[in-house]
């Protein structure tokens, strides 16, 4: 399955971190979501969910994200 890591800025708290976490799940793509981190302003998801989706959900959120290559 291939692994897909989503920089985030905004997130500070636990609560950030589960409103992420939901939102990732319910993209389409997604099969798994490893990982959320506020203290790495980072995601980590199993599958293909399409870029501009991942960032067009987490602004709705009021955060910035981007799927990176690394």
Do not use: K, N
Not at 13 to 37: D, K, T, Y
Not at 40 to 58: F, I, K, S, T, Y
């Amino acid at each position: 399955m291939e692994m897909v890591r989503i920089r985030i800025e905004g997130m500070s708290c636990a609560h950030c971190e589960a409103s992420v976490r939901e939102a990732l799940e319910s993209l389409p793509g997604v099969e798994r979501v490893v990982s959320v981190s506020a203290a790495d302003d980072e995601a980590a998801v199993e599958g293909r969910p399409d870029p501009a989706m991942v960032a067009q959900r987490l602004e709705e959120l009021g955060f910035t994200g981007m799927v990176t290559d690394d």
